[in-house]
T-cell receptor, first 116, second 114 residues
Framework: DSGVTQTPKHLITATGQRVTLRCSPR?????VYWYQQSLDQGLQFLIQ???????AKGNILERFSAQQFPDLHSELNLSSLELGDSALYFC???????????????FGAGSRLTVL | AQSVTQPDIHITVSEGASLELRCNYS??????LFWYVQSPGQGLQLLLK??????LVQGIKGFEAEFKRSQSSFNLRKPSVHWSDAAEYFC????????????FGSGTRLLVRP
């Protein structure tokens, strides 16, 4: 157990639907990162939050949004889902931001999204 | 542009044989380097990291990696592979410029022959 908790583990939904993935970071970590892993795109960085504020943005589609709440948990919202959104979505956390140690990430086990 | 290259998509080795997984990066700023391992159905686990100092770093599970600045490489090695090492291995690099973004390579899948 890495200490990063992601729910749900598996999710099957239909095209056009909206889903929310949840992440609780490791105790004491202030930064949360979201990654998408698919067979054709590999591991893609989506977005990062630090202590409730967005700090870095990667290849995140406009249909996707995220936030980090005061208790530091984060949610990734995926809307108007398409078949190509089927992937494993990872959350990771780290102690801080903007320092070397901030990039030592602890990953959760992932949420597998299947869009039919 | 910042990039991380793992030139081998798959590598197959026999149990007990030595292993080297390649990783190259491009970009001029000082890199900080990581190797992560992903077992089937699992998240990524940090194997080792290099920030500064001795360019040969030791990690968990008997892995080591060597940073070679002149070759822009950070290859992962293990002297004797065990069947449980079968997994996907990701090299990752962060450049301490304004982005602080950790960029992953495409991964190398290791298969271990009994």
């Amino acid at each position: 157990d890495s200490g990063v908790t992601q729910t749900p583990k598996h999710l099957i939904t239909a095209t056009g639907q909206r889903v929310t993935l949840r992440c609780s970071p490791r105790s004491g970590d202030l930064s949360v990162y979201w990654y998408q892993q698919s067979l054709d795109q590999g591991l893609q960085f989506l977005i990062q939050y630090y202590n409730g504020e967005e700090r870095a943005k990667g290849n995140i589609l406009e249909r996707f949004s995220a936030q980090q709440f005061p208790d530091l948990h984060s949610e990734l919202n995926l809307s108007s889902l398409e078949l190509g959104d089927s992937a494993l979505y990872f959350c990771a956390s780290s102690p801080s931001w903007g320092s070397i140690g901030a990039n030592v990430l602890t990953f959760g086990a992932g949420s597998r999204l299947t869009v039919l | 542009a910042q990039s991380v290259t793992q030139p081998d998509i798959h590598i197959t080795v026999s149990e007990g044989a030595s292993l080297e997984l390649r990783c190259n990066y491009s970009y001029g700023a000082t890199p900080y380097l990581f190797w992560y391992v992903q077992s089937p159905g699992q998240g990524l686990q940090l194997l080792l990291k290099y920030f500064s100092g001795d360019t040969l770093v030791q990690g968990i599970k008997g892995f080591e990696a060597e940073f070679k600045r002149s070759q822009s490489s950070f290859n992962l090695r293990k002297p004797s592979v065990h069947w449980s090492d079968a997994a996907e291995y990701f090299c990752a690099v962060v450049w301490m410029d304004s982005s602080y973004k950790l960029i992953f390579g495409s991964g190398t899948r290791l298969l271990v022959r009994p």
